[in-house]
């Protein structure tokens, strides 16, 4: 593909349709981890006015914890799960109340989508969220979307909404995402330090991501950082969206197009939203052992993976779910989605499809992952 330079990287957000813009804790609190509603206010008004010039808007707003301890009479932000996810529970209706009073002064709706992380691995449960985010912004409304930190586990838990609202930026198929924090722009190592240097633009963000010294958060507010901030531009850039990352008080000029911030090239074509699911949001349920030439074809790309190819299947999976495609030494080379149970693979694999065929009948005579359903790692 053409690459993007940062002009037009910004003309892009500046013009995008459909937009998925991500505020974190840090930009919507006081330095206790309080609230600040008159932050939101800000932000509200620098969204509105986008929307009102017909742009789409998903709003991944985190804040529902930050909202929930002031109004629960606990002096901190809780740190045990339990007094967290009831502390979210709480902090989210009243998070959703500030947004809806701020959005409805310029006379625009707001609905809330709570997420998952399983909600963004399961297939059915994606093209749900598909589904009623699309009609959502069909109608009109700005859609607000968090994770469901009140039935979250850690172990399931994205924590920060960076790379949550990376996916949210997959699903709707956003022409821009904006990622809105506390620091004005990425730098080459965490702003506190001396020698930090600002980036404006990134052209790859892969091999940028090599050269970038990224520290998690240490406001002590937010969650995932600069790392995380960094995994969401790169599933941004890699599916083929225009990532801009800035203040919030920026967001102004940013979504203006104003050359604020960091902005980061697309370095791919976007894909289908299905192959972007399996790449990015699928969670793989086992695995097919490729032979060497099975794995050379899968790796050149556009090949699909045939039972004769296959040495092993592990795992128990139906088809439909999504599998690893390993070369002979274990090491991942794909995700794709299979077309047969593990139970029945395990018998089939090894036998050309002719055989198949010949022996089970015609049904048995195709590729146990589609190419158009396999990704490259
Ligand atoms: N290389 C870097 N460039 C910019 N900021 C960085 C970098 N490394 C770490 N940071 C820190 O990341 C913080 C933003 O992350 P975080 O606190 O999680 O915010 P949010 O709540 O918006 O998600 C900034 O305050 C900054 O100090
Ligand atoms: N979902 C949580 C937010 C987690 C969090 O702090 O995320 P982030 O601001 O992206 O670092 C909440 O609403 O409190």
């Known amino acids: ?59 991944v707003s985190s804040g529902a914890i930050a909202a929930g301890f002031g109004s629960l009479g606990f002096s901190e932000r809780p740190d045990d799960l339990a007094t967290q996810q009831a ?20 006379g625009l709706k707001v609905g809330q989508i709570l997420l998952t992380a399983q909600d963004t691995r399961q297939a059915t449960q994606y093209r749900n969220a598909r589904r009623t985010l699309g009609r959502l ?40 995402l904006v990622l809105l924090t506390d620091v004005d722009a990425l730098y080459t190592e965490p702003p506190s330090r001396s020698g930090a240097r600002k ?27 600069m790392t995380t901030k960094l995994e969401a531009a790169r599933i941004g850039a890699v599916s083929g969206i225009p ?7 920026l967001a102004g000029p940013a979504l203006f197009g104003d050359p604020v ?38 790796h050149g790309g556009r090949a699909s993976l045939l039972p004769a190819g296959v040495t092993g299947v592990e795992g128990e999976f139906s088809a439909g779910d ?15 989605v299979s077309a047969y149970d593990a139970e029945e693979a395990v018998h089939l694999m090894g036998r050309t499809t002719s055989e198949l065929s010949r022996r089970y009948g015609r049904q048995y005579a195709h590729p146990f992952v589609h190419r158009d359903d396999l990704v490259l790692l």
């Open 1 to 59: 593909m053409t690459k993007m330079d940062e002009e037009a990287v910004r003309r892009a957000v500046a013009q995008a349709r459909t937009l998925v813009v991500k505020v974190g804790s840090s930009s919507l609190t006081s330095p206790s981890g309080h609230l600040r509603p008159e932050r939101l206010q800000a932000l509200v008004g620098a969204l509105a006015r986008v929307c009102l010039q017909g742009a789409r808007l998903v709003l």
């Open 87 to 106: 502390t979210a529970s709480v902090g989210q209706g009243v998070l959703m109340a500030h947004y809806e009073t701020a959005f409805a002064s310029y």
């Open 243 to 249: 990532v801009l990352m800035t203040k919030a008080s």
């Open 199 to 225: 980036v404006a633009f990134v052209p790859d963000v892969v091999q940028t991501m090599e050269s970038i010294d990224a520290e998690g958060s240490t406001s002590g507010l937010g969650t995932g950082g």
């Open 322 to 336: 999504p599998v690893w495609i390993r070369d002979e030494s274990g090491r991942p080379l794909a995700k794709g």
């Open 137 to 176: 912004l069909d109608l009109g409304v700005v859609a607000i979307v968090n994770e469901n930190d009140a039935l979250a586990s850690n172990e399931i838990r994205f924590g920060d909404n960076d790379r949550l609202s990376a996916l949210v930026a997959n699903i709707v198929r956003a022409d821009a």
């Open 261 to 298: 911030g960091t902005v980061f090239a697309p370095v791919k074509h976007r894909g289908s939203a299905r192959r972007l699911w399996i790449k990015f949001a699928s969670a793989p349920r086992g695995s097919y052992q490729a032979d060497a030439g099975a794995a050379r074809a899968v």
